[in-house]
Nanobody, 116 residues
Framework: QVRLVESGGGLVQAGGSLRLSCAAS????????MSWYRQAPGKQRELVAT???????NYADSVKGRFTISRDNAKNTATLQMNGLKPEDTAAYYC??????????WGQGTQVTVSS
């Protein structure tokens, strides 16, 4: 059973920081792409950041310069370092991993709430 488990969410004040972790289990090979999405109430799920197996990253315009995605291929984990958090960042954050031609899996989500 392939699973992604997110952790690290919580309640922070605007301007604060959080680090989200995504741990993959039940796999022996690295995913091509590991991603973080977020979904706020009443809004569609949106892509926040991606990191490839080679370390290439992409970010949504709204988080550029504030969030950093990284991965540890040996540990099958991905992290999202979130700095300078804004109330607009409040959402459930989901890890999503893809192995091209193979497994695609979502995590269960972790809540991030930023108060003003």
């Amino acid at each position: 059973q392939v699973r992604l488990v997110e952790s690290g969410g919580g309640l922070v004040q605007a301007g604060g920081s959080l680090r989200l972790s995504c741990a993959a289990s039940g796999v022996t090979l690295s995913f091509n792409i590991m991603s973080w999405y977020r979904q706020a109430p009443g809004k569609q799920r949106e892509l926040v950041a991606t990191v490839s197996s080679g370390g290439s990253t992409n970010y949504a315009d709204s988080v550029k310069g504030r969030f950093t995605i990284s991965r540890d291929n040996a540990k099958n984990t991905a992290t999202l370092q979130m700095n300078g958090l804004k109330p607009e960042d409040t959402a459930a954050y989901y890890c999503y991993a893809v192995r091209l031609g193979g497994v695609r899996v979502w995590g269960q989500g972790t809540q991030v709430t930023v108060s003003s």
